[in-house]
């Protein structure tokens, strides 16, 4: 069955600075991947969607890179703010329009 | 955007009691939702799929008759926690998917005594 791996180990990088999250995934690369955002005691809040075909999607200071190849996702947030301080979950269509998600990378943006 | 409202967002209760979540997509129309449960710390785990206007599809491990799903219109589905036990506290979110993406409701955290 599919599996998703992110570093659950917590990220502290400064203010200022680019974060770089990663998403490593295991069977069959899926047709589009997912980045989400939570924060303590709430939901996930979509932020953005990448699909195969596509190297790399930007969003403002967001930046998602998805590579088959190494079954990889990368999750940037360049200029971080203490406000980027947040759990960031890669998710994946398990190929029934059921989505399971990663463990989730916290990241700490420190002032 | 896509708006999905859950209540209540916390609840306190006795074990041995039932409780409902409520779960209602506001500006869209939801024909399947989710529910995922969430220990601290730990990923989001897929309970079932409600469908409107037929049964629920639940993961393997989940209790159907403990975690009774109703998915009555296309704006809302509850999940009811029949006869609560202190093992079912914990983070329970609901979420509706619409143009390939989940939105998710804000979560209620269940806390049996």
């Known amino acids: 069955s599919q599996k998703i791996e992110q570093n659950s180990e917590a990220l502290n990088i400064q203010e200022g600075k680019t974060a770089t999250l990663t998403c490593n995934y295991t069977n069959y690369s899926p047709a589009y991947l997912q980045w989400y955002r939570q924060d303590p005691g709430r939901g996930p809040v979509f932020l953005l969607l990448?699909?195969?075909?596509?190297k790399e999607k930007r969003k403002e200071r967001l930046k998602v890179t998805f590579d088959t190849t190494l079954k990889q996702s990368l999750f940037h947030i360049t200029a971080s703010q203490p406000a980027d301080s947040a759990t960031y979950l890669c998710a994946l269509d398990s190929g029934t329009y059921k989505y399971i998600f990663g463990t989730g990378t916290r990241l700490k943006v420190l002032a | 955007g896509a708006v999905v409202s859950q209540h209540p967002s916390r609840v306190i209760c006795k074990s041995g009691t039932s409780v409902k979540i409520e779960c209602r997509s506001l500006d869209f129309q939801a024909t399947t939702m989710f529910w995922y449960r969430q220990f601290p710390k730990q990923s989001l785990m897929l309970m079932a799929t409600?469908?409107?206007?037929?049964?629920?599809?639940?993961e393997q491990g989940v209790e159907k008759d403990k975690f009774l799903i109703n998915h009555a219109s296309l704006t809302l589905s509850t999940l009811t926690v029949t006869s609560a036990h202190p093992e079912d506290s914990s983070f329970y979110i609901c979420?509706?998917?619409?143009?390939?993406?989940?939105?998710f409701g804000s979560g209620t955290q269940l806390s049996v005594l």
């Open positions: 990448i699909r195969e075909n596509e």
């Open positions: 409600s469908n409107e206007g037929s049964k629920a599809t639940y």
């Open positions: 979420s509706a998917r619409w143009n390939e993406k989940l939105f």
